[in-house]
Each structure stands twice: as structure tokens, then as C-alpha cells.
Antibody, heavy 121, light 108 residues
Framework: EVQLVESGGGLVQTGGSLRLSCAAS????????MSWVRQAPGKGLEWVSV????????YHADSVKGRFTISRDNSKNTLYLQLNSLRDDDTAVYYC??????????????WGQGTLVTVSS | SYVLIQPPSVSVAPGTTARITCGGN??????VHWYQQKPGQAPVLVIY???DRPSGIPERFSGSNSGNTATLTITRVEAGDEADYYC???????????FGFGTRVTVL
């Protein structure tokens, strides 16, 4: 059974940093692209970042480019998102999502339950 | 940047058909994926590559994509289909995923 478990969310001050983790199990983690998607309270889904299976390719949404960094450790079956220079509008539930293929396209067939990041001054 | 337009809401009676549209410039040339999200839950993939259903998704869910509009169709709507639905594409021009704004389906 595929499982994605996010952790690392919490309350952080404006301008602060946080690192989110997503522990994966139930599939060959190193064979699939992975993404982060966020959802602000009462709002729709917003794609944040994607990383290819081998981590050779990463892309970030314009709203987070230069502030957030996606990475992965295939030996630990874990996906990460480093969040720096946090702003109030980064407040959201952050979901980890499994891609359907090695490369960054093809949609997401499994999602974690999300971790809440609250940014406040 | 590429934009996907969805109607904010669709209301349907039980047993009837719900059609949710997703508009985008020449979206027919892209592959569209659809997600269902119920309150307090993570999204679930219901249609991928325009019209394919993941295992476990009822045959009542179907998709199509042509021209400037993709459509998710839910036949014989049930109370349990009440949720927010999002379309998604990969925009190769920007190397970004794009989500539609979402459509809330209400079963009357």
C-alpha cells in the first residue's frame, strides 16, 4: 500500500525558515517524480515544486522560486521542501504527491494527508 | 502563464449527470488530469490523460478533451460525489503544473 506521510509543519514567524519532509513507502520511491502542492485556507490547489526520480530536474512555481527548494534522498525514501523567507501568504496545508512517471509530468496518483504551515508575525 | 478556467460551482440532482468544464488555450493539445477533494481530505485522482480512470474509480466518472475545453462527466450522481473538483495540466512551455480554480459540486 502506498503511503506518504508529511511532517515538519508548524507556526513560524514571517521571514523564517522551515523544512518539510515526506516519508514514502509501498512503492519504489527512486523510480518516480515527486511534487509538493499547497492549499491556503479555503482556497484551491496550488502546485509548488516537482523533482524527477533521480533529482536531476527540479522546477518551482514562480511564487516560491528563489525561496523554496525541493530535494529528495532516495536512500531514505524521503522527499523534502526547504522553505525560506516565509511570507504570510505561504500559510497553507502542504501536500506531498507521487508522480505517475519518472519525469515531471503525468499527474499525481497518490497524495499524503498534508502538513499545515502557518506564517505569522 | 497558462490559465485553466473552471465554473465555481455546479449543482445537480441525485441520479442525473454533472458536467464540469475546464477551459484553457488549446487545452486539447495537452493531457488533462482531474482530482476530487472532499472536505478535510487530500485530493484523489479520478481521471488521468484526459479520459483514463485509475483502479477503484467508478465507471460513472469519465473525461474528454478537445479544442479549448476539457470536461469531467459524472453520470448517475450520488450524494457521495459532493466535493471540489480540480483539473490539471503540465505546461511544457513553462515547465510548471497548472491547476484549475476548482469547481464545487453540490448534490441537491
Amino acid at each position: 500500500e502506498v503511503q506518504l506521510v508529511e511532517s515538519g509543519g508548524g507556526l513560524v514567524q514571517t521571514g523564517g525558515s522551515l523544512r518539510l519532509s515526506c516519508a514514502a513507502s509501498g512503492f519504489t520511491f527512486s523510480s518516480y517524480a515527486m511534487s509538493w502542492v499547497r492549499q491556503a485556507p479555503g482556497k484551491g490547489l496550488e502546485w509548488v515544486s516537482v523533482i524527477s526520480d533521480s533529482a536531476s530536474i527540479t522546477y518551482h512555481a514562480d511564487s516560491v522560486k528563489g525561496r523554496f527548494t525541493i530535494s529528495r534522498d532516495n536512500s531514505k525514501n524521503t522527499l523534502y521542501l526547504q522553505l525560506n523567507s516565509l511570507r504570510d501568504d505561504d500559510t497553507a496545508v502542504y501536500y506531498c504527491a507521487k508522480g505517475r512517471y519518472r519525469s515531471p509530468s503525468g499527474g499525481f496518483d497518490y497524495w499524503g494527508q498534508g502538513t499545515l504551515v502557518t506564517v505569522s508575525s | 502563464s497558462y490559465v485553466l478556467i473552471q465554473p465555481p460551482s455546479v449543482s445537480v440532482a441525485p441520479g442525473t449527470t454533472a458536467r464540469i468544464t475546464c477551459g484553457g488555450n488549446n487545452i486539447g493539445s495537452k493531457s488533462v488530469h482531474w482530482y476530487q477533494q472532499k472536505p478535510g481530505q487530500a485530493p484523489v485522482l479520478v481521471i488521468y490523460y484526459d479520459h483514463d480512470r485509475p483502479s477503484g474509480i467508478p465507471e460513472r466518472f469519465s473525461g474528454s478533451n478537445s479544442g479549448n475545453t476539457a470536461t469531467l462527466t459524472i453520470t448517475r450522481v450520488e450524494a457521495g460525489d459532493e466535493a471540489d473538483y480540480y483539473c490539471q495540466v503540465w505546461d511544457s512551455a513553462s515547465d510548471h503544473y497548472v491547476f484549475g480554480f476548482g469547481t464545487r459540486v453540490t448534490v441537491l
